[in-house]
């Protein structure tokens, strides 16, 4: 399968994949170049271009196992632009691991990229040191809160200065999530069912959810104990990972994962209820993240089944059909890793018809990532936003007036992609329609 | 070759913008391969976004003697779109416009990077769609299914890409552009657009493509068979052509893919199951229904263990969930396969796979048949494990046996997947040196200068007679993937 | 050696195409025959005509010089019929007729309608690639054949495709051969995809008042859910031509239906429904065989003969300014008929005159460019299918350069190197 080596010289060690992170060998075989993903792949639809593609970039990860090529920046630059949505997964009839294999290389590359940029600093950071911990989290937050409360934010905005000065800045700026005015706080605490009880779910609070959108987190909570679940918040839990390992940092998305499946697993609970489709996802490929750690990946493997998405999990509970009525014309737009990673795609639509009242239109292109992509978003502002802007366009010709999803970041990206173009829409999380018939039912 | 690439790259850079020229050798690498084993380097590529650029590029590589291959989504199955002799390869895939639909006529232009599937979806609001539907048709491009002449579960009834397309612009290697029919459904001189069609990009780089296209039917009724004997099977096939019925879609699957389907994804095929039929029929109401009644009493004849029909989309899609997953679940059965595409005359199923059990028996090699029956086209996929030392030679040795049986039986080295690469050394068990000698002449009469596409289709061989070069022949051939 | 082959019953005289008569005309009886008589005809650098029945023999230019006249018909085997797979191969020289009838003891036929098929050929049908009333539903000559044999000219016999549905295996050189005019090599065998003959057929004869009605109508069945096996329109002179009498004056639409019971009785149902709705003034029925068959023979058979025939191509949609245009060209004492395929957008023109002598040669070139002006404003195209050799002369009956010309001489010097096939007669000179 090696074929002559690239250049005269030998490919330098660190240009190479090596350690136990490596994509699998197996996996990456398994692709045989069809090319059934093409045209699930958002960055491939942009640019027609196979070095965007899942299966180019499964092509460069060939050639560097077999020492064809380094780890080029040219090379990482194609494993980036990767949005990670895993499309290709769906479309894909042999079954190639594609997340895996790209969590893998990422981690390769991280171990290769030079440090030092700015930017790679700032993300270190942000995701070493703010994301695992609430507390810090938090400050951060309030002072994000006062910056927008103080009006300094809509000055900043119209002056465009920041954009003058500091363009990267600038995208960051725009896309910081809008922050809510309460938080969502996991304290141990537990709220009792509705009626009989059901079942007992612990809830996975998260790092950034819980603080951008805490009034839909305790919605969230609303919607289960009034489906008669008895909903605990465990204390010591933290962030799933899944920017840590979407990123390269594996070691600490394991770190992390260690922690998480001994605080849920003393909870004695029947499910882990999350509502964020990027943590879900995550969580449930637990086992694979510590496939090779002795002592966790049998607890692992226990814990990723107990894992379910809200959306999931009221549909085989099943959810209590709401009597009230909400007059609204609504779409869905598929969360990546709700519908690709998790392959859940009916149970959102399934709690939406359930309704009354309100028009359901299905989105064109519905399983088209919108370009969120965790932190690429902002890492890759430009390609991030040339995908936003072909999900604007598919979302205008809906006529909707509320956009529905099922993840913080593609909440936010949404949010974003609207206000830019002045639409009079809102985008909100399935289950806070869920809950407003709900509330609604009480009040009428 | 001498090659002056640091006078070709900004030449082409300057007419398709510096974006759409590759040239770094570590992004040449995902333009080395298309849906076949074959593998090739390209010296740059090119994504040209109209005509003039494609004729533009023609002209600067025709001046330089590099070769030319076009590549659509580099989905084929046979190596068409590799680059052998490396070159300049014209990826076309920014050149996705549907162009014009006019409904009325049921005709439309399009670019030749219009995803097959696109085609439909984008015409189906005026219920209309695009006949030709190769299983790779969410990805694959219409101009691929123009070079390789593509055909699909469906082309029983409809024909296969060439019956569907009414003209074609082109670009010759001297860079002029013209165009060969056109939009109605007969012009005057040779067929050149029959010609192109199915060439494999080996005489001109097709630059706009003009369809017919069909309405969609009123209803579609999807019967499903199951029988304990695959003869039963194969039989009844028969039996259902010779009857005088033709429907859209006859697929089949042998015991090897019934239970590797079954799970995949759990279709629900009874116990002891040795072949499923899966017929498809549509057309007028009252037509779907007799002829579903014909095709159900033909199978009855040869006893079934069960029939199933469905009409509701939801329940016709069941029916086809075991079809449309089992090769991804072959690898239930074997970490590797190779696909083998021939065509056999219809009348001679039962015996063709016959003999592949037999050869299967006396080699030790699973076979797992998956066949387009009602066209005799035959899936014959040879299980395997590269890890194995031998296998894979023995496999392809396999390969080249089930092709050499489906020529003797009267039947063709490829149903619809093209001969490319993979096959040209195969083409001397059909074609003596004077049939080959004649196909050959028509790139010179294309005057191609043999810059499009070079070595393929025919034997590379010094003899091309001496077919006992198989050996190395088999070497080519290799496992395809979707059918 | 070539005068071995020569029948002695042969009339020269009848052999001759557009008053060039042969140097001799000969009618192999076996492969090997045809193949020496190709090779040596070429050895010696003299023309080759090739001919089936004669019934066309007329299309084409002039011949360029004389040669001789290849006489198909005693190669007439039906090569292979392979019922239960529905395919057939058949020398070039048998009888449509002959085919027919051996297909349809096993319920099937050829989708190929040729006119006056008690004479005309396989081999020639394809070479002339004018596809009949058929081509509605069953596509275009080209799109039956799956495999083909062929003499090149340098008397070796070649093969393409094969004798299965489907096959891509090579370039599918019979392209080339169907609708090339025998310009390239002689057609030797052909196989072909078969059609199951359909349970019970009808025919509905509808009748308009105005040209108008008989297009909708037309259009409206094209994009119905209902698929004639053919949908044939065409005015009263042609219908007095045909010998057909359809209960009103007008323009006529006939559709042919066939299915099981029911499935022909919707089709006949929604195409009765259509003619309503596009206000038929009758609405009837036609026997089917005699119909269709005075249609696939009309401007070829002893009665209908015109001194010009054209066939004018547009779009679906344009056929009825195509017909517009055809009865506009007509000239004083001259009558004028035509027959429309609206679904593909084919129009058949036929001049007659009203003398014994026939319509002056100046007459009919007036009336041939008149009537390309005006098919070329719609964008269309017309070729004269049958003219006095003496208009030939004048006009180029393919209607000046196609598009790929070039490329089409291009084949010619690489095929047919000695100019030996059919020289002059097809598009371009060639």
Request: glycine share 10%.
């Amino acid at each position: 399968m090696v074929e002559a080596k690239h250049g005269e010289a030998r490919i330098a060690p660190d240009f190479l994949f090596s350690g136990p992170d490596a994509p699998e060998e197996s996996d990456l075989y398994k692709c045989v170049h069809c090319g059934f993903c093409l045209q699930a792949c958002p960055t491939y639809l942009e640019t027609g271009l196979e070095t965007e593609s899942p299966r180019g970039r499964i092509a460069l990860m060939k050639a560097v196992n077999e020492e064809r090529i380094g780890m080029t920046d040219s090379v990482i630059r194609h494993w980036d632009l990767c949005i990670q949505c895993r499309a290709c997964e769906v479309a894909c009839p042999s079954g190639v691991p594609y997340g895996s294999l790209i969590e893998a290389t990422m981690a390769q590359v991280e171990r290769r990229r030079k440090p030092g940029a700015l930017a790679r600093f700032a993300e270190n950071v942000s995701l070493n040191h703010v994301l695992p911990h609430q507390g810090r989290l938090k400050l951060l937050m309030s002072a994000a809160k006062a910056y927008q409360r103080s009006g300094a934010q809509s000055l900043v905005r119209k002056s465009g200065v920041l954009r003058r000065l500091a363009p990267s800045l600038a995208d960051m700026e725009a896309s910081m999530p809008r922050v809510s005015s309460t938080y969502f706080s996991a304290k141990g605490q537990t709220v009792e069912a509705e009626g009989e009880a059901r079942a007992r779910a612990a809830i996975l609070s998260g790092c950034v959810m819980p603080l951008v959108n805490g009034p839909e987190m305790d919605a969230v909570v609303r919607v289960l104990a009034r489906n008669g679940c008895e909903v605990v918040a465990p204390e010591r839990q933290v962030c799933c990972g899944a920017i840590h390992s979407h990123v390269g940092y594996l070691d600490a998305a394991r770190k992390m994962a260690r922690r998480n499946i001994d605080v849920f697993s003393e909870a004695g609970v029947d499910a882990v209820v999350v509502a964020s489709a990027g943590c879900g996802s995550r969580m449930k490929e637990y086992a694979h993240l510590l496939r090779d750690d002795p002592q966790y990946s049998e607890k692992a493997r226990r814990f990723s089944d107990m894992v379910k998405d809200i959306h999931e999990f009221l549909v085989e509970l099943p959810f209590v059909p709401p009597r009230a009525a909400l007059d609204c014309r609504v779409t869905y737009q598929d969360s990546c890793h709700l519908a690709n990673a998790q392959r859940i795609t009916s149970a959102p639509r399934r709690i939406l018809d359930s309704i009354p009242g309100m028009e359901f239109v299905e989105l064109p292109n519905a399983g088209r990532c919108c370009g969120a992509g965790g932190t690429y978003t902002i890492t890759e502002r430009e390609f991030s936003l040339r995908v936003l802007n072909s999900k604007m366009d598919d979302f205008e010709t809906t006529g909707a007036d509320v956009l529905t999803t099922a993840n913080p970041g593609c909440l936010m990206q949404l949010q974003y992609g609207i206000a830019e173009r002045g639409l009079p829409a809102q985008v909100k999380y399935v289950t806070d329609l869920l809950d407003e018939a709900y509330r609604r039912e009480r009040s009428g | 070759m001498t090659l002056d690439m640091n006078s070709i790259i900004p030449q082409l850079q300057a007419v398709v913008g510096a974006e759409y020229v590759i040239h770094k050798p570590e992004d040449l690498i995902v333009f080395e391969y298309d849906g076949s084993v074959d593998r090739a380097l390209p010296t740059v590529v090119a994504l040209p976004d109209s005509a003039e650029q494609v004729s533009e590029c023609v002209k600067i590589a025709e001046r330089s003697g590099l070769p030319i291959v076009a590549r659509g989504a580099g989905t084929g199955l046979s190596g068409g779109a590799v680059a052998e002799h490396g070159g300049l390869v014209l990826a076309m895939t920014r050149m996705t416009r549907i162009l014009e639909v006019d409904v009325e006529n049921r005709v439309a232009i399009v670019e030749p990077g219009v995803v097959n599937l696109h085609l439909s979806e984008q015409v189906s609001k005026h219920g209309l769609y695009f006949a030709p539907d190769p299983s790779s048709q969410r990805a694959c491009t219409i101009g691929g299914n123009v070079a390789e002449n593509s055909g699909g579960p469906h082309c029983l009834a409809y024909g296969v890409t060439t019956n569907h397309v009414l003209g074609l612009e082109v670009v010759y290697a001297d860079g002029g552009i013209e165009w060969v029919g056109g939009i109605h459904r007969e012009s005057p001189g040779f067929d050149l657009r029959g010609i192109i069609i199915g060439s494999e990009g080996t005489l001109a780089i097709v630059t706009k493509i003009a369809v017919r296209l069909l309405r969609q039917p009123e209803a579609v009724k999807t019967l499903l068979a199951v029988f304990s004997e695959l003869d039963d099977a194969s039989a009844a096939v028969s039996g259902i052509i010779g009857a005088g019925i033709v429907p859209a879609a006859i697929e089949m699957m042998d015991e090897l893919c019934i239970s590797a389907a079954e799970a995949a994804v759990h279709a629900g095929y009874p116990e002891g199951a040795g072949a499923v039929l899966l017929v498809e029929v549509d057309g007028l109401a009252e037509a779907v229904e007799e002829e579903v009644a014909a095709v159900e009493e033909v199978c009855n004849l040869y006893d079934p263990l069960e029939i199933r029909t469905a009409t509701d989309p939801v329940e016709r899609e069941k029916l086809w969930s075991g079809r449309k997953g089992v090769l991804g679940a072959l690898g239930r059965l074997a970490p590797n396969y190779l696909l083998v595409d021939g065509t056999v005359p219809r009348t001679r199923l039962v015996e063709t796979l016959s003999r592949i059990k037999g050869i299967s028996e006396r080699t030790g090699y699973p076979i797992a048949n998956l066949l387009h029956a009602g066209d005799g086209n035959l899936h014959p996929s040879v299980l395997f494990d590269e890890r194995k030392p031998g296998d894979t030679e023995a496999a392809l040795k396999i390969g080249g046996e089930i092709l050499e049986l489906c020529v003797e039986v009267g039947g063709v080295l490829s149903g619809e997947h093209g001969i490319g690469l993979e096959k040209q050394e195969y083409m001397p068990l059909m074609f003596t040196d004077a049939d080959m000698d004649v196909m050959a002449r028509l790139r010179p009469s294309f005057s191609t200068n043999n810059i499009f596409n070079p070595g393929k289709i025919f034997p590379t061989g010094a003899s091309c007679s001496d077919i006992r070069q198989m050996a190395a022949a088999i070497q080519r051939a290799g496992p395809g993937a979707y059918v | 050696m070539i005068t071995r082959h020569l029948r002695t019953r042969d009339d020269l005289a009848s052999s001759t195409i557009d008053g060039v008569e042969p140097i001799s005309a000969v009618a192999p009886s076996s492969e090997d025959e045809l193949r020496e008589v190709v090779g040596a005809a070429d050895g010696e650098r003299l023309a080759l005509y090739p001919r089936g029945g004669g019934t066309r023999i007329g299309l084409g230019g002039i011949p360029a010089r004389p040669g001789i006249v290849v006489d198909m018909t005693r190669l007439n085997r039906v090569a292979a019929h392979n019922a239960g797979d529905l395919t057939a191969t058949f020398q070039a020289g048998a009888n449509m007729r002959m085919v027919a009838e051996t297909l349809a003891q096993q319920g099937q036929m050829l989708a190929l309608d040729s006119p006056l098929p008690a004479r005309s050929t396989i081999g020639g049908t394809l070479a002339t690639g004018l596809s009949g009333a058929l081509k509605w539903h069953m596509g275009h000559a080209r799109d039956t054949v799956i495999g083909m044999r062929v003499v090149q000219p340098n008397g070796s016999v070649t093969k393409s495709g094969g004798q299965v549905v489907k096959n891509v295996s090579g370039y599918d050189m019979s392209r080339l051969h169907i609708g090339g005019l025998g310009s390239l090599g002689v057609i030797l065998e052909a196989s072909f995809k078969l059609t199951p003959i359909p349970m019970y057929e009808r025919t509905i004869l509808a009748s308009f008042d105005s040209l108008e009605g008989a297009m909708d109508v037309s259009m409206s069945v094209f994009n119905s859910h209902v698929m004639p096996l053919a949908l044939a329109s065409f005015g009263d002179s042609t219908a007095r031509l045909m010998d057909v009498d359809p209960a009103r004056p007008g323009s006529h639409v006939a559709f042919r239906l066939g299915g099981r019971p029911r499935t022909l009785d919707r089709q006949v149902d929604d195409v009765v429904k259509a003619c309503r709705e596009a206000r038929a003034a009758h609405i009837g029925e036609s026997p089917t065989p005699r119909l269709w068959r005075a249609i696939s023979d009309f401007g070829w058979d002893a009665d209908s003969l015109p001194d010009l025939g054209m066939r004018i191509t547009a779009l679906p949609s344009q056929t009825g300014d195509v017909i517009a245009a055809v009865e506009g060209c007509a000239a004083p004492d001259m009558e004028v008929a035509w027959l429309a395929h609206p679904g593909f957008g084919t129009v058949e023109g036929a001049w007659l005159g009203a003398s014994s002598e026939g319509a002056s040669a100046e007459d009919l070139i007036d009336i041939i460019s008149e009537a390309r002006r005006r098919v070329l404003t719609l964008g269309g195209w017309a070729i004269v299918l049958r003219c006095p050799t003496e208009v030939k002369r004048r006009v180029d009956v393919w209607g000046g350069e196609p598009r790929g010309s070039s490329v089409m001489r291009e084949l010619k010097a690489q095929y047919d190197p000695n100019d030996t096939m059919n020289p002059g007669r097809y598009v371009g000179g060639i």
